[in-house]
């Protein structure tokens, strides 16, 4: 199988599950090398014998599907003067979707191609106390794999911005012995964009916190939904970030050259 057919795979399945998405390819070495050296230990413990020839060819295939536009808008809406607990659980709830839809698709992409399907990230804020014990809890970091694989880069949030839905999106991994055909990394999108630092004190601050992820993490657990998310960052890309101009800039200088 190359890496058009399993793109295409993917793709199919994710389509099947009701979702749109996205998948890219990336070298199982750049990954590794990037990854933070606790999740690298982990990743070292998954692949054990065949962490050498991984390597060597290896690949990680980065699969994201996209939230929908109604679970984005139930995020932190106000109604009497109130927040909305049981309209943002809409977007919980979806966020708890995703993640069986990638935990699927991964494992049905293992059932055609040899490799290791990983699990998507989440609920692990009820289940560890600090974002030190959720590190290798986590095992990879599906944002490094994301980066590399094309589906998108970094933003300000420390979300991966994609150029088809913003950083609302959920992802998953797939390593591979097989030496596919690598996509380039992803390109930059926020420019000078601030939406979602202005959304959130805690990410507004996050150069002058000792870690900024722990209190996100206290916010989320806070909440109290029915899943450990919040999004109101994601929220702040999706309808006023830099990312859809952007992208509609350089899809207009492709089609100009
Ligand atoms: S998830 Fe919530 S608390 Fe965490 S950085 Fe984003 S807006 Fe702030
Ligand atoms: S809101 Fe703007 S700065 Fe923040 S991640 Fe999205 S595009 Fe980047």
């Known amino acids: 199988m190359d890496a058009a057919s399993v793109k295409r795979c993917i793709r199919e399945a994710i389509l099947k599950r009701g979702f749109n998405g996205a998948c890219g390819v990336a070298s199982f070495s750049d990954v590794y ?27 990680v295939i980065s699969i994201a599907v996209f939230h929908t536009e109604n679970a984005i808008k139930s995020i932190n809406v106000t109604r009497d003067g109130r927040v909305d607990y049981e309209k943002w659980n809409f977007y919980a709830d979806e966020y708890n979707l995703l993640n069986s839809v990638l935990n699927d698709v991964c494992a049905q992409l293992a059932s055609v191609l ?31 794999v994301a980066e590399h694989a094309g589906i998108g880069a ?43 630092l202005d959304s959130c004190r805690i990410l507004l601050k996050k150069e002058q916190l000792p870690n900024y992820r722990q209190q996100c993490m206290q916010k989320i657990n806070g909440l109290n939904l029915r899943y450990s998310v919040c999004g109101i960052c994601l929220k702040a890309c999706y309808e006023n970030g830099s990312w859809r101009k952007i992208s509609e800039q350089k899809a207009d200088f492709i089609m100009q050259k």
């Open 33 to 59: 090398n990037d990854l933070m050296p606790v999740q690298r230990k982990e990743v070292a413990r998954i692949c054990g014998n065949s962490l050498s020839v991984l390597l060597s060819r290896g690949s």
């Open 114 to 144: 040899d490799g290791v399907p990983l699990r998507a990230t989440s609920e692990l804020g009820k289940k560890v106390r600090s974002v030190e014990e959720y590190y290798p809890f986590a095992k990879i970091s599906h944002r490094v």
């Open 154 to 196: 970094r933003g300000r949030n420390e979300l991966i911005v994609t150029k088809q839905n913003g950083s609302a999106v959920r992802l998953n991994s797939f390593i591979t012995p097989r030496k596919l055909d690598r996509d380039k990394k992803g390109k930059d999108l926020c420019d000078d964009c601030r939406a979602c």
